[in-house]
């Protein structure tokens, strides 16, 4: 499994769970780019129409000698999900506050995959007190390997 693009800003906005591997629908030269780790998951999400999985606002880099036009860049692509785990989620995303974010891009036997998961919005003072964890580690972490 070749990690090709982790999406940190989920981690720090929303409290994830429920992790969910899922294939994507690329065209054409798309998984070249994707395979070459040429995608970004900043500000993309999930949405579910239509009994259908979307991946929205994803951008996949256009393919060396193909002209870049936006629209095609930042297209939707259908996630693909068995039908049972479609109707779990869209369920779980009617109750307050859920949404689905991508948290990661990842080949797999050749194939890409996207894990998704259902996220829960998070206060600024959790993300504070978060922060603030992480920098009293780090302190003790240098104050034992300086000693």
Known sequence: MKILTNNKKAYH???VSDLLEAGVELKGGEIKSVSKGKISLSDSYVEIKNGEALLKN????PVDGQS???SKTKQSRRLLLHKDEIIKLERKVKEKG???VPT???MSNGKAKVEIGLA???KLY???EVLKDRAIRRDIDRAIKND
Do not use: E, L, Q
């Open 104 to 106: 990661k891009v990842y």
């Open 68 to 70: 870049p036009s936006d």
């Open 58 to 61: 994803c951008y996949i880099a």
């Open 120 to 122: 829960k919005g998070k």
């Open 13 to 15: 906005n929303f409290f």
């Open 98 to 100: 859920f949404s689905i």
């Open 126 to 128: 959790d993300k504070r």
